[in-house]
């Protein structure tokens, strides 16, 4: 799908910046309809990370093994490293499930390989 912006010629984007009406009002999360709380899906940050191209690719064939997305691996990784990190926190309850998934399908990797 193509980004309309992207055919608008300086004019046109002009003439859309003097219908804008700009006022002092505070603009919150809820007038674009985005949950906060304790109880809100979380919010996904894009995250654009470099790597070499062999990291990626056992990057890839990790996540794959284990049934997951590069994005849920990596994220999963991160999340570890700051909860053993000394933070103090304790890992969300999805996190310590996937982790218990992940150790299970380890496991039974091995047993099946001995």
């Not at 990057?59 to 093994?65: F, I, L, Q, V, W």
């Not at 926190?89 to 150790?103: D, G, K, N």
Request: aromatic residues 6%; charged residues 30%.
């Amino acid at each position: 799908m193509t980004d309309p912006l992207d055919n608008m010629t300086p004019d046109d984007v002009a003439a859309m910046i003097d219908r804008l009406e700009f006022t002092d009002e505070t603009v919150t999360e809820a007038d674009f309809g985005i949950e906060v709380g304790p109880h809100a899906p979380p919010v996904f940050v894009p995250r654009s990370i470099k790597m070499p191209y062999e990291l990626d690719q056992a990057c890839k064939a990790r996540a794959d093994n284990l049934g997951m997305s590069q994005s849920a691996y990596i994220r999963s990784l991160i999340e570890r490293d700051v909860a053993e990190g000394g933070t103090g926190e304790q890992r969300p309850a999805w996190v310590r499930e996937i982790l218990a998934v992940i150790a299970h399908h380890e496991n039974d990797e091995h047993r099946r390989a001995s």
